[in-house]
T-cell receptor, first 114, second 114 residues
Framework: AQSVTQLGSHVSVSEGALVLLRCNYS??????LFWYVQYPNQGLQLLLK??????LVKGINGFEAEFKKSETSFHLTKPSAHMSDAAEYFC????????????FGTGTLLAVQP | GAGVSQTPSNKVTEKGKYVELRCDPI?????LYWYRQSLGQGPEFLIY????????DSGLPNDRFFAVRPEGSVSTLKIQRTERGDSAVYLC????????????FGPGTRLLVL
């Protein structure tokens, strides 16, 4: 069964610093991969998704992620953090079955310090 | 256009009571998913509809949980004899066809069972 591991439940960066949120998946078959962001008391908003096209995926708000099959990773980065980036970030993978339901990681809470 | 909407936004009930949670998907989306998000966790899949039929209900925790989508649009998640452990945020998502198509999430219903 598919699983997703997000290393670091809490990440704190300074405003203007690089953001790196880690995600590893378990799969022998390249899956579809997603990053979602969740602001307090709101639903999940799609940041970006990988569907076997380009390995470097650009998303909204300056975020991007690189699919590395050899490392089974899909880490999320942003060159310069803004205060408005403070939120919880979830990596997700499709389960590979007919449903393609999403399997989520446990999330990483990003804090941005002034 | 309008996104996925869910009602109520908050629901407080007593142990043993029956609750219904409603989801209005994006117009024209044939695929609809329910997820449950417990505190500090990522969302977990409950059930998937393609049109009117439940194509995958493997995530429903037990027979107290049931969901319907009688006309292929609005869906209702029903929980009988609620337990304190049912307290969570219930998220609904829809996509145009299912499969690898992006799932768009609603704001969720926060259920508290006292």
């Amino acid at each position: 069964a598919q699983s997703v591991t997000q290393l670091g439940s809490h990440v704190s960066v300074s405003e203007g610093a690089l953001v790196l949120l880690r995600c590893n998946y378990s799969s022998s078959v390249p899956p579809y991969l997603f990053w979602y962001v969740q602001y307090p008391n709101q639903g999940l908003q799609l940041l970006l998704k990988y569907t076997s096209a380009a390995t470097l995926v650009k998303g909204i708000n300056g975020f991007e992620a690189e699919f590395k099959k050899s490392e089974t990773s899909f880490h999320l980065t942003k060159p310069s953090a803004h205060m408005s980036d403070a939120a919880e970030y979830f990596c997700a993978v499709t389960d590979g079955g007919a449903t393609n339901k999403l399997i989520f990681g446990t999330g990483t809470l990003l804090a941005v310090q002034p | 256009g309008a996104g996925v909407s869910q009602t109520p936004s908050n629901k407080v009930t007593e142990k043993g009571k029956y609750v219904e949670l409603r989801c209005d998907p994006i117009s024209g989306h044939t695929a609809l998913y329910w997820y449950r998000q417990s505190l500090g966790q990522g969302p977990e899949f409950l059930i998937y509809f393609q049109g009117t039929g439940a194509a995958d209900d493997s995530g429903l925790p037990n027979d107290r949980f049931f969901a319907v989508r009688p006309e292929g649009s609005v869906s209702t998640l029903k929980i009988q004899r609620t337990e304190r452990g049912d307290s969570a945020v219930y998220l609904c998502a829809s996509s145009s066809r299912g499969g690898e198509e992006t799932q768009y999430f609603g704001p969720g219903t926060r259920l508290l069972v006292l």
